[in-house]
């Protein structure tokens, strides 16, 4: 294929991307407008109200309660600092009926874990604990066999600790994460719900705060490197602080809203902004190709 062909089909490519971005705006538009309804009014680019108080400070180096009391996946009485004096953790508050970003949050970390060549149990352990005092150990144990499962190692099932808590030990742990939530109405109206933003943490074996990974999505690259800083009780810098957060249930999707609209838009106007500029260079090039493509066929011929 010619260099002018070339150019012709990048530039139908960069077109195509741009169109998608701009059909994505309204999309992002819609979920705020609706959040914002929901939340009482906002001004500026202030956060809906709800979300005031939910956020993840990130407290590098602060000791975890250890003497925090959980029951975990089997029942059993534990604390957390169980988990702790060997191996390093990961870490990661969540709430076992979140209809939708806990599971997005642990699939991503599952997912990240599968690329990461340490064994959970021998390396470090990942303790997942439930943000809210009616969850059942049951539910724990359900929550374990799925991700065990989708991680493809069952032998590895002693390196993963699902706890449930009251509500004096679950406060101990997430103040010092610096984990705010606040809880929320369902769809029938009751507070069953919670308002909370994803991240994990990795801690070190003195269960000591090494490490925040926010949003989703972890590099497993970042994940293994996070743990061997952390077997060494090495504490590692603040990440920036772009939060995905859960909090509102929409009946006509049967679904939490996830709230990431300045962080979207931002990306976006970035994004339109490179295209346009590539675009521009591209049509810039076609346009020359053309020429100098017309002038040989006329000094040939």
Known sequence: MSDWMTARKVGRVAVAALACAFLSAPLTAQVASYADKASGENSGDQLP??????????????????????????????????????????????YYN???????????????????????GKDFNIVVIS?????????????KAFY??????????NGWHFLTGQRQAIDKVTDAVGFGYVRVPGPDG????????????????EG???????????????????????????????????????????????????????VVQLGGMVTVAGLGGFMFLMFRKDAKLGRDHDLTKKENG
């Open 98 to 120: 979140c209809p939708m970003l806990c599971s997005e949050e642990m699939d991503g970390l599952t997912s990240a874990l599968e690329m990461v060549h340490l064994t959970p």
């Open 49 to 94: 109200q709800v979300l005031q108080k939910v956020g993840v400070t990130q407290k590098l180096n602060q000791q975890l309660p250890l003497d925090a009391q959980f029951v975990d996946d089997t029942g059993k009485t534990v604390k957390l600092g169980d988990y702790f004096g060997k191996h390093p953790a990961i870490v990661t508050l969540v």
């Open 208 to 262: 000591k705060l090494a490490q925040y990974y926010l949003g989703v999505e972890y590099s497993p690259k970042d994940i293994l490197l996070g743990l061997i800083e952390a077997s060494d009780n090495k504490i590692g810098s603040p990440v920036a602080n772009i939060l995905t957060y859960c909090y509102h249930y929409d009946p006509q999707t049967n679904k939490h809203s996830l709230v990431i609209a300045r």
């Open 148 to 157: 065990l499962k989708r991680y493809g190692q069952p032998e590895t099932a």
């Open 131 to 143: 943000i809210d005092p009616a969850e059942t150990p049951e539910m724990a144990a359900k929550k």
């Open 190 to 205: 009751r507070l069953t719900q919670f308002a909370h933003a994803s991240s994990i943490e990795v801690v070190t074996s």
